[in-house]
């Protein structure tokens, strides 16, 4: 076994934490090249180049691996208001952001941006300031996508843009120091360090905790990185501090991870094995949410600011939650799936399910709207679509990702259903669930897919008529099943060809799915202004569907004779007068909550 596989089984045997990690970490010391002449009274910039060889000599005699090992016990569980003891090598007052200015960057899917909101509120703890303006910042810090190479490829970019700035940074001001988190830095390692060297920091996905230690690292000169995947990292003790102040909706991460190892996917090698927050420390945020005030960019034209309207469960994975932190739960009967469907994995045993969680939340509030993404098609058992039928607050809009209408291209995605599986479930929470709104994700151009292949899956979309879709050509990713087994031989002319007629059909067929709208009452919660008209507002439906309509006076239907005008977290009805395939438009008739929007305005 290589040595570093060892030192990593027996980090995770005897249950270290991140501070503790002598994972994959990467300490590259700069060497300083300066000509500076003694003084009487050294200069900033002596003083802070001694720091620097007084941090590498304690570094140098720092802790060894058998520190490691004489300092670490058996694992106990941590109180969240523990605090760490510093790491040998670093004094405390090391790992304070001393209000150095923090700005960060998001890219890619909504996990990013909740993970952007843990790091934040990780480095707030640590006494950093937060900035939206780039010149003024001390760090940036990226927060990066690895699904495929288009968003790699942006953040290469982007590197080269910052790396002008890092030149150009004045001698008076502190280094400006540059980091890559997330999905990326987990993927790419060295490459990132040794292509950029103006990269200081890497953090994986589950190393965000230990962000204060590595700009403390990156503050002397070095390079420092943390990419060890975690088996149980969740980050159910930090709260994640909202960014966005006047949102009407957000999300909860609430499992982390994938072990469905589709073999088009590089999830499961970039965030890791699945494993579920503890369904009290959900609730727990979700309460806080419900109780949160919108503060709108503008004074409201009527009092009464409220809660956030709209929470979204988020996870990679996310109705294949199984909490396994309440010991009588753990020997409870393994998992029902979607009638047709397997699973790449042993069926596990026990453990609080989705439908539990989805029950538990959907309680908190009855004038808070729930959602959730993304799911697999493969964990829709009945008791989720009873729930979603019966709960007025969990929205009647489920995300079903296909990814192909073909069965021969699904087995090689190992997806684990065929195409008349799939269909015989769209039609099943059809049934169950009437007026339910659809989406979906589609890859064109997979190993191997073949014309007959593209047909099936142009076929399928005009069969189910999805109200919204995701639709992207294959970009193979190294290290997935597909990389090591299959050959990417559609050429790339031809994935977009087909990509494009995925996309034309979507359309058309979801114009005509939401035309069936057109003449109804929607509930809708307001967001704000329409991006297009100042004289217009928007929202979203319970199908998730954006919905246009006029700013006007209207009635308060818990206010008899009251005109309003609807703000930001208002629900109103609206009758809607035209769809496209991603929009509806109408004209508001009052304002409402969720339990009386049934009532006759």
């Known amino acids: 076994m290589h040595p570093l ?16 990690s002598v994972s994959w970490l990467s300490l590259r010391i700069c060497r300083a090249h300066s000509s500076l002449s003694s003084t009487t009274c050294p200069s900033p910039e002596r003083q802070e180049d001694g720091a620097r060889k007084d941090f590498s000599s304690r570094l140098a005699t720092g802790p060894t691996f058998q520190h490691f090992l004489r300092s670490t016990s058996a694992p106990q569980e941590k109180l969240s208001s523990e605090v760490e003891d510093p790491p040998p090598y670093l004094m405390m007052d090391e790992l304070l952001g001393r209000e150095r200015k923090v700005y960060l960057e998001t890219y890619g899917c909504q996990m990013n941006v909740n993970d952007t909101e843990i790091a934040w509120s990780i480095l707030q703890k640590s006494g ?56 990326m830095a987990e993927r790419l390692k060295e490459e990132i360090l040794n292509r950029e060297k103006m990269v200081d920091v890497l953090a994986g996905p589950d190393a965000y905790r230990d962000l204060p230690r590595l700009l403390a690292v990156a503050e002397s000169g070095q390079q420092a990185a943390n990419v060890l995947l975690s088996l ?9 501090v909202q960014t966005s102040p006047s949102a009407t909706s957000a999300f909860v991460s609430i499992m982390r991870g994938c072990d469905n190892m589709c073999s088009y996917c590089i999830v499961p090698f970039t965030r890791g094995r699945e494993r579920s927050r503890p369904i009290a420390s959900i ?12 503060r709108p960019p503008q004074p409201p034209k009527v009092l009464g600011l409220q809660g956030l309207k709209e929470v979204t469960l988020l996870g990679q994975n996310v109705n294949s939650f199984r909490d396994n932190s309440e010991v009588q739960f753990n020997n409870a009967v393994s998992t029902n799936l979607s009638r047709g469907f397997t699973t790449n994995y042993k069926a596990k045993q ?51 990702p296909a990814q192909s209408g073909s069965s021969r291209v699904l087995e090689a995605m190992r997806r684990g259903y065929s195409r008349e599986a799939y269909v015989e ?77 995925l996309i034309t059909v979507f359309r058309e067929e979801a114009t005509k799915a939401n035309q069936m709208s057109v003449g109804c009452t929607q509930l809708v919660l307001v967001e704000g202004l329409s991006k297009r008209s100042a004289t217009d507002l928007c929202g979203r439906n319970d199908g998730n569907l954006k919905v246009i309509f006029p700013d006007a006076e209207m009635e ?18 609206v009758k809607i007068t035209s769809a496209s395939s991603q929009t509806l438009r109408g004209h508001v008739l009052c304002r409402t909550t969720l339990k009386d929007s049934s009532a006759n305005c």
């Not at 699904?147 to 030149?167: F, G, P, S, Y």
């Open 556 to 573: 308060d239907v818990n206010n008899p004779g009251l005109r309003v005008r609807a703000q930001p977290g208002d629900y109103v009805l």
């Open 283 to 294: 609730l727990e945020e979700v309460k806080k949410l419900s109780e949160q005030v919108i």
């Open 232 to 240: 149980d990292e969740t980050y159910a003790d930090v709260m994640p």
């Open 425 to 501: 479930l769209v039609h099943h929470i059809k049934e169950s669930i009437p007026g339910v709104s659809l989406s979906s994700d589609f890859i064109a151009g997979f190993c191997g897919e073949t014309e007959e292949d593209h047909v099936q899956t142009v076929s399928l979309l005009r069969e189910v008529q999805y109200n919204t879709g995701f639709l992207f050509a294959y970009s193979m990713r190294q290290k997935t099943r597909a990389y090591h087994r299959l050959k990417d031989d559609v050429p790339e002319e031809v994935k977009l060809r087909r990509l494009e007629e």
């Open 128 to 183: 950093y300031l937060r900035t939206r303006n780039l010149q003024e910042a001390d760090v940036i810090l990226l927060v990066t996508c690895s699904i495929r190479e288009k968003a790699e490829q942006t953040i290469w970019n982007r590197l080269h843009q910052l790396k002008a700035l890092k030149t150009r940074r004045p001698r008076s001001r502190v280094p400006l120091r540059i980091g890559i988190l997330g999905c």
């Open 5 to 20: 596989q060892w030192v990593l089984q027996v980090q995770r045997s005897l249950g270290w934490g991140p501070l503790a």
């Open 350 to 400: 026990g453990g609080l399910r989705f439908a539990h969680l989805l029950d538990q939340v959907s309680r908190v509030d009855p004038e808070m709207r729930i959602r959730f993404t993304s799911p697999h098609p493969k964990d829709f058992p009945d008791e989720v679509l009873q729930l979603i039928h019966e709960r007025d607050n969990i929205c009647k809009q489920i995300h079903l």
